[in-house]
């Protein structure tokens, strides 16, 4: 399984745009990078999911480069409501295999007034 | 659409006592599901995952087992609590197709006292 490397923690502003990068240097050919978002005493919830270049939705965006070993998620115009933690997790999703994710520290985002 | 349920949300135990946590899974069939915990401040720690009926695989050794009598259900117990076993257990499915993502349910709160 892919090891993913990301920060601990960012503060912010609201209004402002947050840029979290995670580090998967052994990413695997089938492996996908999925982005979830976590608030205290839920369950995390799926943000993004992307196998390589841009992928956008109505909540985020994911770069992923051309060798893959690197990802960044990024949340436009934040407000307080996206104070959470965020995890970044790489899998294939076969289901023989289990498609075991592994889930880091994850970043700890703080939005501020 | 596919809804997971979990239950009870809440729980305080003896140490010593058993546990027994119930996940179900509706609008799908033969998910992929997983049992994670997580400390307090900490990561998600995958306990247990299923591919399929009667199909368990554990991932960390420990006080704890899971069951799996019927496709759309996940089982977590415990004969006999200790203090460690304090955390929130969340669980999750997926449809373990390429790329899937996780689905997590609410998750239960357990307290060993």
């Known amino acids: 399984l892919a090891k993913t490397t990301q920060p601990i923690s960012m503060d912010s502003y609201e209004g402002q745009e947050v840029n979290i990068t995670c580090s998967h240097n052994n990413i695997a050919t089938n492996d996908y990078i999925t982005w979830y978002q976590q608030f205290p005493s839920q369950g995390p919830r799926f943000i993004i999911q992307g196998y390589k270049t841009k992928v956008t939705n109505e909540v985020a965006s994911l770069f992923i480069p051309a060798d893959r070993k690197s990802s960044t998620l990024s949340l436009p115009r934040v407000s307080l409501s996206d104070t959470a933690v965020y995890y970044c997790l790489v899998g294939d999703g076969i289901k023989a295999a289990g498609n075991k994710l592994t889930f880091g520290g994850g970043t700890r985002v703080l939005v501020k007034p | 659409s596919q809804t997971i349920h979990q239950w009870p949300a809440t729980l305080v135990q003896p140490v010593g006592s058993p546990l027994s946590l119930e996940c179900t899974v509706e609008?799908?069939?033969?998910?992929?599901l997983y049992w994670y915990r997580q400390a307090a401040g900490r990561g998600l720690q995958l306990l247990f995952y299923?591919?399929?009926?009667?199909?368990i695989s554990s991932e960390v050794p420990q006080n704890l087992s899971a069951s799996r009598p019927q496709d759309r259900q996940f089982i977590l117990s415990s004969k006999k609590l200790l203090l460690s076993d304090s955390g929130f257990y969340l669980c999750?499915?997926?449809?373990?197709?390429?790329?899937?993502?996780?689905?997590f349910g609410s998750g239960t709160r357990l307290t060993v006292v």
């Open positions: 999750a499915w997926s449809q373990g197709v390429q790329g899937g993502g996780y689905t």
């Open positions: 299923s591919v399929g009926i009667g199909q």
């Open positions: 609008g799908t069939s033969n998910p992929n």
